[in-house]
Nanobody, 135 residues
């Protein structure tokens, strides 16, 4: 069983930066789709970015130009580097793992990150890390 633990959240000023990390433990996967999601209270969980085992990164429109998903040479840890943060970025951030790289491609075909959660229903999730951006 894969276990994911997010870290790196905290409080920053608007226009500041943070780097979130997702540490994975358990079986080693050489083929995978990993992703970052975020969720505000009372709203659906929405996709931010995906990264597959081929190294292909994909982003929701809301993240393009500001956020970067990456990993070390191994499949863990997974990172989300966030720049030019805005108050609307003040939500919980979660990482997800699936052993199927095709899931990342499927998310890209769907386009809007608000639809990605519907295809990550059988994936492994972390507990989340809180980001707070003040004006």
């Amino acid at each position: 069983q894969v276990t994911l633990v997010e870290s790196g959240g905290g409080s920053v000023q608007a226009a500041g930066s943070l780097r979130l990390s997702c540490e994975a433990s358990g079986p080693t996967y050489f083929a995978y789709c990993m992703a970052w999601f975020r969720q505000a209270p009372g709203k659906e969980r929405e996709g931010v970015a995906t990264l597959d085992s081929e190294g292909t990164a994909r982003y929701d429109e809301s993240a393009k130009g500001r956020f970067t998903i990456s990993r070390d040479d191994a499949w863990s840890p997974l990172y989300l580097h966030m720049t030019n943060l805005k108050p609307e970025d003040s939500v919980m951030y979660y990482c997800a793992h699936s052993p199927y790289p095709s899931l990342c491609e499927h998310a890209a075909l769907l386009g809007d990150g608000r639809t990605w959660a519907s295809i990550f229903t059988r994936s492994t999730w972390g507990q989340g890390t809180q980001v707070t951006v003040s004006s």
